[in-house]
């Protein structure tokens, strides 16, 4: 019986930077941050594919104003927005539950990373579910991840997740980029900032562990508006104070990307 | 965060072993019967914690592989190598960290080097 075939030292060859978009705690506004900073990098003139690895609750479809994909007319990757996109919601109807136990999942998150003719990307985010279990390891033991972005709110009970999602990250040799904080607060009228959900929780993680803070994003009604309406808020209202702190993101990711190598990928061994 | 990591350079089959050259300058061998006794694997784990069995019988498949010797060995993501035995067992994940300690470091002035 012959051997079975080597499989290629890099899966994604035309990928320069793999990254990952993850949170301890769910509902932190991860897709909403990898949507957003997706669009912000394809604005810095980055060519991005955006990957929703959330199989059991896939956002992606909703905030792109799309539903379920036809493929034969329809061929995946999708584009929308000048971005690449990947999600189970264009297989799955929304009303209908995903209910896998979890190697179906590692099957259907591979199937999605390896499977769509990327192309040529600077950029593919992946926008993880919340939790460290078969997804997140899915995609660490078998691609070559650059970094992982860690979504957090400020309150600590967010933060108590994002350490285990850190931990994680950090047992896989993943480099955490640095922490975003969500939520951070909510802007007055008359200038004043409320912080509802604590202050300064993001800082304190980057610190802990010793990775850059990437920055603050306020809390406001018209970010899940425009999510919901299909067109996030970076592209439908660039000059809005949230695109321009998703912008000033951007540009942080692309420095920071600057200093870490483009392939993350181990050498083959010679038996 | 950790300690800064230490990545392999180039990994190959010399001898009995396997001979790893590391990005610090370090190069270690490690002989396939070390990295089989060890695999990290649950399984494997539960029968090294078992008191020592000197009856045990080998299995057909033991028996006619003979020395522990790699069939495949894989990398897997950025952090781990996965190999695959000449007895079947394929299961365990060798982390770079358990690759590094589980090495004799070779001499710098090595003939090999």
Redesign the interface.
Same mark, same amino acid.
């Given at each position: 019986m012959p051997p079975p075939a080597v499989p290629p030292k890099t899966p994604l060859p035309g990928v320069k930077h793999l990254i990952a978009i993850a949170s301890g705690k769910g509902g932190v506004g991860k897709s909403t941050v990898a949507a957003n900073l997706a669009l912000a990098l394809h604005m810095y003139g980055q060519r991005v594919g955006l990957m929703d690895a959330d199989i059991y609750g896939p956002s992606v479809p909703m905030m792109f104003g799309l539903g379920m994909i036809d493929q034969t007319k329809t061929p995946f990757p999708v584009e929308k927005f000048g971005l690449k996109l990947m999600s189970m919601g264009f297989v799955v109807a929304a009303d209908q539950a995903v209910i896998w136990r979890g190697p179906k999942v590692a099957q259907a998150v591979g199937a999605m990373l390896f499977q769509p003719p990327w192309g040529d990307l600077d950029f593919l985010i992946v926008d993880l579910p919340p939790g460290t279990g078969d997804a997140q390891l899915t995609l660490s033991q078998s691609a070559p991840l650059t970094g992982a972005i860690i979504v957090t709110q400020p309150a600590e009970v967010s933060l108590i997740d994002a350490r285990k999602g850190v931990k994680m990250f950090e047992e896989v040799r993943v480099p955490i980029l640095g922490i975003i904080e969500n939520m951070s607060y909510l802007g007055l009228p008359d200038g004043t900032r409320l912080h509802p959900l604590g202050q300064g929780g993001g800082a304190k993680l980057a610190a802990e562990i010793g990775v850059p803070f990437l920055g603050e994003i306020p809390i406001d009604a018209q970010v899940s508006q425009c999510g919901d309406a299909g067109e996030p808020i970076v592209r439908k209202f660039p000059d809005h104070p949230i695109s321009k702190s998703y912008l000033m993101l951007a540009q942080t990711v692309v420095n920071e990307m600057l200093k870490q190598p483009t392939n993350a990928a181990l050498p083959d061994v010679e038996l | %965060? +950790?300690e800064p990591?230490v990545?392999? #350079?180039? #990994? =190959? $089959?010399e001898g009995d072993g #396997?001979l790893i050259d590391w990005a610090d300058g370090i190069r270690t061998h490690t002989a396939w019967r070390t990295l089989r006794s060890q695999c990290p694997c649950a399984t494997c784990d539960d029968e090294r914690k078992k008191p020592a069995n000197p009856f045990r019988v080998l299995s057909d498949r033991e028996v006619a592989a003979g020395p522990p010797t +790699?069939v $495949? %060995? =894989? &990398?897997?993501? &950025?952090? &781990?190598?996965q190999i695959e035995w000449n007895d079947g067992h394929s299961t365990g994940i060798y982390t770079?960290d358990a690759l590094r300690q589980l090495g004799t470091v070779l001499p710098s002035d090595s003939p090999d080097s």
């Open positions: - | %965060m +950790p990591e990545r392999p #350079l180039a #990994l =190959k $089959r #396997l +790699p $495949r %060995m =894989k &990398a897997v993501g &950025a952090y &781990a190598y770079l």
